[in-house]
């Protein structure tokens, strides 16, 4: 939004379709990252992904007749992102993908099927990285229509660095730099499964004896703690302090202090990647293989010992150095702004 603010052929019209619709989170990002109000608000709220996507779908159908834009922008593989795809494309509006061909491989996470379709449909697709322009190749995408722009989630987290350490969320909870370990963890398969989500646990107890382990939690990770009976296992690990869901400064902060992230989720892997910080993926596969490949990651699924294993060897120093990705520089929206520019 910023670097299309300053466009003299561009005229962006904000739509926030409601589907991250717990304040505490989402206002917290409008508010701390100074993102304009949405110009729409489509206020759709949790659902089942099949009644989420047909609201999102009816919703946003009234939106393009009346606002008759020439584009769409989407961002990602959330709901919304495929729902309003699917809408502008049987309209003939077109539609630029941004972070377009990341997989995972793995057609069991909703996210997947989001990025298939979503780029199956899309007319320009730009992706964050060169293994994601090499799935977009090998599916059989016009090169034409493929541009390499970077990691816009970097540009964000560059351009609030000065905030981000000027947080005093380590005073809060008592600890200095690289004293403790951040985790997040809110994927269904990880915390509806009460096998997959005790192994975790079972992890967690043996890394919480060594060092201290930070853990704001998801809301929908709560509420299974408690229907799947697990509170006094939590309660059980007095290295382990749950905290509320933290803002965007805050919760850079916990992470870029860390001795090293514990994390289920795709956009932690690339954070930690770009800080150089230790980062334990708690999935069996990734649609970020070059946070691997090239950066600090490595994934340990739900498998106890080799959880453990990660992070005692991060304990013990022996991890490896990992790289920063081309294009992860903080420059990615004003590449966006120039294509639209090109194209249109």
Avoid at 213 to 224: D, G, V, Y
Avoid at 304 to 327: C, D, H, M, S, V
Avoid at 336 to 342: C, N, P
């Amino acid at each position: 939004m910023q670097a299309m603010a300053e466009s003299d052929r561009i005229e962006p019209i904000l739509l926030h379709t409601g589907q991250h619709y717990d304040a505490q989170m989402s206002d917290n990002f409008f508010k701390e990252l100074n993102i304009p109000r949405p110009t729409i608000s489509l206020e759709i709220g949790s659902d089942t992904h099949a009644r989420q996507v047909a609201r999102i779908m009816e919703k946003f159908d009234v939106v393009c007749d009346e606002v008759k834009p020439d584009a769409i922008l989407v961002v990602g593989d959330v709901n919304s992102t495929m729902a309003c795809s699917l809408v502008a494309a049987k309209k003939g509006i077109k539609i630029i993908h941004v972070e377009a061909g990341i997989r995972s491989g793995d057609r069991t996470m909703p996210e997947e099927i989001n990025r298939l379709v979503t780029d199956s449909i899309a007319d320009y697709l730009l992706p964050p990285s060169q293994d994601a322009v090499e799935n977009l190749l090998k599916e059989g995408h016009n090169p034409e229509s493929i541009q390499l722009v970077g990691n816009i989630m970097i540009d964000t987290l560059i351009m609030h660095q000065e905030h981000i350490n000027s947080s005093l969320i380590l005073n809060s909870f008592g600890v200095s730099e690289k004293e403790y370990v951040a985790l997040t963890l809110h994927r269904p398969s990880n915390v509806d499964d009460p096998v997959t989500f005790r192994r975790i646990l079972d992890a967690l107890k043996s890394i919480q004896s060594k060092i201290r382990i930070i853990f704001p939690i998801h809301p929908r990770t709560r509420k299974m703690i408690k229907d799947l009976g697990l509170e006094e296992t939590i309660a059980a690990m007095p290295g382990l302090t749950l905290c509320d869901p933290l803002g965007y400064f805050d919760f850079g902060r916990l992470v870029s202090g860390a001795r090293f992230v514990m994390t289920d989720s795709g956009g932690i892997q690339e954070e930690t990647t770009v800080y150089g910080i230790p980062c334990i993926t708690l999935r069996e596969n990734t649609e970020r293989p070059i946070t691997v490949t090239e950066g600090t990651n490595e994934l340990a699924g739900s498998d106890t010992q080799k959880i453990t294993e990660y992070a005692f060897q991060i304990l013990e120093g022996k991890w490896k150095t990992g790289n920063i990705p081309e294009l992860w520089d903080g420059k990615t929206a004003g590449r966006i702004v120039t294509f639209i520019e090109k194209v249109f």
